[in-house]
């Protein structure tokens, strides 16, 4: 019989990668994804613990779902076995017992392949089962295959947890300690994905260009090197990596920049600062000059590459002139897009017991300022390309009918009239407007790049 599994996410991209491996554990277990959690036989919500907000959203979610619960009980039509999976579960495990007893399962990132004996084991008795274990063996090793598809652009996770201890950082604490997957293993997964149609593969970790594992010949590899084995793979159109550390940018992996042309030229790498007081406090272990001539190497060997960022204001006794230092690295390095936070300090992290928080209004101020410059940078970088032609892999179909959704190599969203037959494809596309978040154009008719994986190649009409 089948069952109906809802999956809530929230948080990094590793979490929604976890979601699917969820999904293909218990899918032989009968559940079947489904789009509301109403009526589920299993409710997951995998959680994020980054931020304060992230957190708190979990107990009210929680709430509206104890109703659903009782509904279905009440109905007899089954139960419905509430779980708690993600960061929140690995740092307040014990808490979620004590405050919803009425969830049945919570459990952390490393637990994800025992998923059918605490199903069992839930099934069979009432209470809570908790595990927050870090289990000594690698999930990795006990995951399924992945289902057959995982769709156009596909994630996978090469490189998990994280032993930097940025003083601000709940991750080392929810993730565990740094672990990278064997080549072999993370290069099988690229295979069975590009079979399955997937033609751009973003590799995940949480510091994902400390990835270092054992090559198949023996010897320790490189992300550089993974990257350069990965553009082998008939059929693989586009890499992309990310999150990266400024620490852990090999040389190897910055030459890669200039040498795979499957590597897109779009780089998320964090600096969270520009004050070196500040960076210290951090403990990012490198200054704000560190990675202004990093950021000049990988420029110089990828003349168009877009720099993404994280950026927290507010950090325990950043002053005005600290907070100036960003906006100043800013404004030199050039953002095509970045996510700016408040600081929100985080149970157990060093930075949260320190003495001189900066006042919430202070917070949002910087916020504010840092915001509408990174603002005005996504703004600039956007509209410099309209009137251009980009290479676009669209990805998705668009909410509007008639409508195919895509990247450019920059990580720009673009949407543009197009047939679905072009799914999957890199397609050139004349970019008309420059919205806020995205680029709109013109498919240019009769040209193509690559054959699509779920239609025979064509040329196309003048009707694209
Ligand atoms: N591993 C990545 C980032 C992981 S967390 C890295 O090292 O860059 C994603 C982002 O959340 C961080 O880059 C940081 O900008 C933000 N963040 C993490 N902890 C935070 C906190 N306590 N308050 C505000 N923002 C935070
Ligand atoms: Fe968190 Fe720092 Fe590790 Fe990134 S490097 S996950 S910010 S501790
Ligand atoms: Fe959040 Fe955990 Fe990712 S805290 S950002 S879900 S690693």
Known sequence: MTKKLFIKTWGCQMNVYDSARMADVLAPLGYQPVDEPDGADMVILNTCHIREKAAEKVFSELGR???LKDRKAEAEDGRMILAVAGCVAQAEGEEI???????????????????????AKASRAAGSVLNTDFPAESKFDFLPEEAASQGVSAFLAVQEGCDKFCTFCVVPYTRGAEFS???DQILGEAKRLVAGGTREINLLGQNVNAWHGDGPDGSTWGLGRLIRELAEIDGLERIRYTTSHPRDMADDLIRAHAEVPQLMPYLHLPVQAGSDRILAAMNRKHTADDYRRLVDRLRTAKPDLAMSGDFIVGFPGESDADFAATLKLVTEIGYAQAYSFKYSPRPGTPAS???AQVPEE??????AALHQLLNAQQVAFNHSFVGRSVPVLFD??????????????????????ANERLLGRIVEVRVDAALA???AGTVVTGEYITASPFQPAVTLEASA
Do not use: C, I
């Open 353 to 355: 017991v320190d003495g």
């Open 65 to 67: 779902l104890r109703q």
């Open 396 to 417: 998705r179909v668009g909410r509007r009918g008639g409508q195919l959704l895509g990247r450019s190599p920059w990580m720009q969203s673009v949407h543009a009239e």
């Open 362 to 367: 202070v917070k949002e101020s910087r916020l």
């Open 181 to 183: 997957r064997p080549a």
């Open 437 to 439: 978040n995205s680029l």
């Open 97 to 119: 017992v004590a405050r919803a007893p009425f969830v049945d399962m919570v459990f952390g990132p490393q637990t994800y392949h025992t998923l059918p004996e605490m199903v």
